[in-house]
């Protein structure tokens, strides 16, 4: 399981996670959503020690670090149990499609580069890019980099995944292909934790929602609990707002159809 | 007017036989110099608490002292110090300052080609348990390489060329001979001339040598 305890950050004396708890269990898919400055993004990134928090417990898998006394090897160590998608996929510039996810493998896995390369482009298969093995990032689209790097992020067979609002920054016509391929791991009963604004998304793929707001974990709860009975205010506030939003999104386009096609009905 | 290309020409081959030294200081002054320059650059990366300090006044030392001057000081100056340093050759001395010398200039070029890495490739290395030895070597590094080819090949470039201050402390290169030529023969204007074209040529050579390389190097990044 994934157990956080009294985690706190502060950047520059602004106190950005104000002290979380909360679990994951196994093979359980959590979904984090929250108003953007809720801490989300940096909680996750402090399950990995990419963002080094101030104080607080952090159990992952079989792995417990302490955060206010934890030393390199202790990261080390807790960073083996968690592989993460990014938003800006980040996938290694200098490498292939193929080499992205093997390359974790024959460094740190000490995995024979024949046995990781056959491992990585069944990877690659499965998110449906057995023909893109070598290309490099500049020449991928969007939703393949990020398809690259959910393989990549899963050959390290890690405890856990940890998903960095892994759409926010794909254009609309690829979000679909990476939703599809992170909903097909969710089955597979991977723990995945996921930061994310796709709001329909988190309610289909998740098993638990946790809304988080001004450094807090303000509720969680199932989907239906969370998005059709929230309690409290802070939730409602928010969903509503995320409604709106969607709405006056949604007018927007009718409106624009209208005008391009005005005989439509 | 007085100026005879045959002599010129006809020297060439001897000033030549002194262009294993030129290239002897150059490349192994280099080679030093990368290695200095790394860890320099790496320890302004990870601004290390005191060895940060001394990193920085070596930097600042050996851009804002003249090289001539550096050569001086070791090849005279530390043996007045230390004893056990006459033994020291000419062009051991000039490799010496050399290294120093363009280490310095080279880990601030090295330092920028590092940060110039966007951070998400390091973050990405280490989320999927590579150690920070092992992001640096594989991701980082090899595209700091990229970014800092340009200007490390200026620096070399300059360094083939400063290696001709090593003729004041007697090692006869390049310039020397021509210098010892231009004197034994009064034909100054073709003496010196042959040296710089072979300087240039030199330059030249280097250049689509550097070229091919970040060529080589940029296949990733061409669509």
Known sequence: MIKVTDLKKSFNRTEVLKGINFEVNDGEVVVIIGPSGSGKSTMLRCLNFLERPDSGLIQIGDQTVDASTAKRSDINRLRLQTSMVFQHYNLFKNKTALQNVAHALIVSKKMKKSDAFEKSRALLKEVGLSDKEDNYPVALSGGQQQRVGIARALAVSPYAILFDEPTSSLDPEWVGEVLRVIARIAEERKTMVIVTHEMEFAREIADRVVFMADGFVVEEGTPEEIFDHPKNERTKKFLQSYRNSSARREAALQATEQFVSPEAP | ?223
Do not use: C, H
């Not at chain 2, 007085?2 to 002599?7: P, Q, R, S, T, V």
């Not at chain 2, 090295?110 to 998400?120: C, E, I, P, T």
């Not at chain 2, 970014?147 to 003729?167: D, H, R, V, Y």
């Not at chain 2, 021509?178 to 204007?189: D, E, P, Q, V, Y």
């Open chain 2, 1 to 223: 007017m007085n100026f005879d290309l045959g002599y010129m020409i006809e020297i060439i081959p001897e000033l030549l036989k002194y262009l294993p030294m030129t290239l002897y200081l150059a490349i192994t002054s280099m080679i030093i110099a990368v290695i200095i320059g790394v860890i320099l650059a790496l320890i302004l990366v990870n601004r290390t608490p005191g060895i940060l300090q001394i990193a920085k006044v070596y930097i600042s030392f050996f851009r804002g002292t003249p090289a001539l001057v550096q050569l001086l000081l070791i090849y005279f100056g530390l043996p007045q110090l230390f004893p056990a340093m006459n033994e020291m050759s000419a062009a051991t001395a000039a490799i010496i300052a050399f290294s120093l010398n363009t280490s310095a200039y080279l880990a601030e070029i090295f330092r920028a080609g590092l940060q110039s890495v966007d951070k998400g490739q390091a973050e990405a290395a280490v989320s999927v348990g590579m150690t920070y030895a092992q992001a640096m070597r594989g991701i980082v590094i090899p595209q700091a390489v990229r970014n800092a080819i340009p200007a490390t090949g200026n620096i070399f470039i300059g360094l083939i060329k400063n290696s001709s201050l090593a003729f004041t402390i007697g090692v006869t290169e390049l310039l020397a001979q021509g210098k010892l030529m231009a004197t034994a023969n009064l034909r100054f204007f073709e003496a010196y001339l042959a040296v710089g074209l072979i300087y240039w040529a030199l330059t030249i050579l280097y250049n689509w040598l550097q070229q091919w390389y970040e060529y080589r190097i940029g296949k990733p990044y061409r669509v």
